[in-house]
């Protein structure tokens, strides 16, 4: 089935560095990349789409400069998070369509900490 | 804006048994499709089950089964037989027909499966 391969799992930064999640589409082509922030016990909150070769489109309330996100092939998307702080700390999951089921594919996640 | 709804936050099955999940959704849409994902305590999203709105018969996977009420913006979910492996969050999801359309969750459910 399709994958969605999603790195690094677990990350720890410094406060003020910047972290880089990377998301490949194993055995298809996704023009369109989600990216979705998780607190424990809560929902998935997206926080912007992705589409190859173009900008992205951020949900309401995302700072776009804090979360850059660039989707510069049809197998891969990066989401950079810039000058990290501790409220950045959360579980960060990136999905995209696959053609067979018409949902969606997710990445396992990363789960990320800045102290 | 289509709204998905989870008003339980928390049920309890004993291992076994059966166990209805609830699900509501809000559409000004006639097609679309629905789904019901599980996050295990590993976090990683996995498709249960999905229902086209087109189609009136009810979805089956093995012991998930969906109550689809399109009049009433209803798609709970049964569990048959619960398993200890059945533990988890699970999200109902809405998407609107089109390729690359968003999903949008409910606030979930965590299920725990007594032995």
């Known amino acids: 089935g399709a994958v969605v391969s999603q790195h690094p799992s677990r990350v720890i930064c410094k406060s003020g560095t910047s972290v880089k999640i990377e998301c490949r589409s194993l055995?298809?082509?996704?023009?369109?990349m989600f990216w979705y922030r998780q607190f424990p016990k809560q929902s998935l909150m997206l926080m912007a789409t992705s589409n190859e070769g173009s900008k992205a489109t951020y949900e309401q309330g995302v700072e776009k400069d804090k979360f850059l996100i660039n989707h510069a092939s049809l197998t891969l998307s990066t989401l950079t998070v810039t000058s990290a702080h501790p409220e950045d700390s959360s579980f960060y999951i990136c999905?995209?369509?696959?053609?067979?089921?018409?949902?969606?594919?997710f990445g396992s996640g990363t789960r990320l900490t800045v102290v | 804006a289509q709204t998905v709804t989870q008003s339980q936050p928390e049920m309890s099955v004993q291992e076994a048994e059966t166990v209805t999940l609830s699900c509501t959704y809000d559409t000004s849409e006639s097609d679309y499709y629905l789904f019901w994902y599980k996050q295990p305590p590993s976090r990683q999203m996995i498709l249960v089950i999905r229902?086209?709105?087109?189609?009136?018969q009810n979805a089956t996977e093995n012991r998930f089964s969906v109550n689809f009420q399109k009049a009433a913006k209803s798609f709970s979910l049964k569990i048959s037989d619960s398993q200890l492996g059945d533990a988890a969050m699970y999200f109902c999801?809405?998407?609107?027909?089109?390729?690359?359309?968003?999903?949008?969750f409910g606030k979930g459910i965590t299920l725990s499966v007594r032995p």
């Open positions: 999905s995209a369509e696959t053609s067979t089921d018409y949902g969606y594919t």
């Open positions: 055995d298809f082509q996704a023009t369109t």
């Open positions: 229902q086209e709105a087109y189609k009136q």
């Open positions: 999801a809405y998407r609107s027909v089109g390729a690359n359309s968003k999903l949008t």
